[in-house]
């Protein structure tokens, strides 16, 4: 369970999130969506403890992720950034084993390198281990990152607009081998994404941000209504049935 | 593509190249009875292999910091802090005082000073600015010319006596090193080193980028800051042995980045400190006995690194 309290962030006197109440429960999809600069990368950043926390508590299944040592938290909760420059050079495998930092502090073990490889099958990219980062197509590559999360071992996942620059294929099947990683694993994913439609199709939960504040919550069926839309976008959609899920159509 | 077993090889062969050049620059042109020449010689060439490798190493980790393939402590301007403390020291007490502290004693306080600044300015610099890295790219070259018209101004300000003696600590001196100073530099070094490689792992971690060590639960600040005090110490002990060298680490750890981009920390660091050593060495070797120039090293080494500089500025300005 995620518990966000009283979590707001101010950058030079700037309100980027107000004081927020969250409340999550484990072991499903979380999306947050919502218009440019609502706020869901700061709230996801200050989750991941990559921003400071100005006022508030977070918390991952009881750990204060201000008190928790560093460590113990990297075993928790693992983030993927929009955008990764790294200085050296990788194959997928590197990455992968890089991952395993919390566990094997620099000397990998025979079991850091099963987990690699498993992700590696799971996230099928197993062709690819020796492959360099930047031989891969942007889809691979975007698999390589989130096996990379993977790899960590956390329960708890957060994912910053993963989808982007994906084409429809790589997108989808991203979004299903999340999915089915959920029900494998127990885990909890919390991700933004900036198609409603795909936070319709595979998430649990939708959490909507608009100028950092929450403007509404909860499953896909009882908020995705054009009014809702509309609200959140400032775009007039129709929202459609189809195959019990809601779809918005917005071009 | 290189292969492990490929990446030994290279670092095997550089390592014999290294022990030949440094035979010959020891016993060149000298008899085994000649004790006095030879331990003057194996003198210069320990503090050789110690500024090579200091700068060396320290520019990687610097870039390691910053992220960055084109600061170095020394266009940050951390060497040239190094002679600022020394007119600073002139100025305030005068020639005749300065000269009368012990040379050991200088090279420690110069060691605080410059683990104070690094700390202060660089590190303030890198927590501030971690993801602005043109703007620390162009504080950080700035912040260089900075301290070089600070020094040029305050050698204005001192009498012509007093800049004499400031030019001997400011110059590379081969020459006449001064022993204590080079065999606790030497002490020093070692000890950076270790602690180097005990923490090239996280290194690695560093070099995917700051949010993924905060995220595999390193403590990013405390390492950061230990870092920069490993880079103050080896700039130190380079600045000491022979004065500022602007482009030498750039040079090295690019030309080694460039041949192995897929490396390791631990791989990475070992090659910049055999380059690194191997260049002075070897370059010394070939222009003191082979050409009998004794001064034209430095100037070649800043020639090509400053080139080095340009082509990265203008190939990867957007890293």
Known sequence: ???????????????????????????????????????????????????PLQTGQILFDHLDISTTPSQVMAKKVGILEQHSHFMSRLTVQDLLLYARYPYHRGRPKSDDYDVVEKMLAYFELSKLRATFLDELSGGQRQMALV?????????????????NNLDMYHARHLMTTLRRAIVDWNKTIVIVLHDINYAS?????????????????????????????????????????????RLSLHF | MHSNRFQERVLQGIFSVWLLSSFLFITLGLTPEDHFFLMLRFEKWLALNAVGVAVAVSTYVFQTLTHSRILTPSIMGLDAIYLLISLVLISAFGTVQYLAIDAMHLFLVNNVVMIGFALFIFGGLILRFHQDMNRLLLIGIVLGLLVQAAN????????????????????????????????????????????????????????????????????????TCLFLMLVAVLV??????????????????????????????????????MVGALILVAGQTFFEHVLAMKATLSVVIEVIGGSVFFMLLVKRGRQ
């Open chain 2, 152 to 223: 040029e101004f305050l050698g204005r300000m001192i009498s012509p006596e007093d800049f004499v003696v400031f030019q001997g600590a400011a110059f590379a001196r081969f020459d006449q090193l001064d022993r204590q100073v080079l065999w606790v530099a030497l002490v020093l070094l070692a000890g950076c080193l270790c602690l180097l490689w005990r923490f090239h792992s996280v290194l690695d971690i560093f070099r995917l980028g700051r949010s993924h060590v905060i995220n595999l639960g390193i403590a990013y600040v405390p390492m």
């Open chain 1, 201 to 245: 199709l595979y998430a649990d939960h939708i959490v909507a941000l608009k100028q950092g504040a929450i403007l509404f919550q909860g499953a896909p069926s009882e908020v995705l209504t054009s009014d809702n839309v509309q609200a959140l976008y400032g775009v007039e959609v129709d929202i459609i049935e189809h195959q019990g899920k």
């Open chain 2, 236 to 273: 130190s002990i380079s600045t000491a042995l022979v004065g500022p060298i602007l482009f030498f680490g750039l040079l090295v750890v690019a030309l080694v980045q460039q041949c192995f981009p897929a490396g390791h920390s631990g791989y990475h660091l070992l090659m910049v400190a």
């Open chain 1, 147 to 163: 096996a990379m999360v993977f790899c960590q071992g956390t329960d708890y996942i957060l994912l910053d607009e993963p989808l």
């Open chain 1, 1 to 51: 369970m995620i518990q966000i309290q009283n979590v707001g962030f101010k950058r030079a006197d700037k309100t980027i999130l107000e004081a927020t109440q969250l409340s999550l429960e484990a072991r499903q999809s979380i999306a947050l969506i919502g218009p440019n600069g609502a706020g869901k990368s700061t709230l996801l950043s200050l989750m991941a403890r990559l921003l």
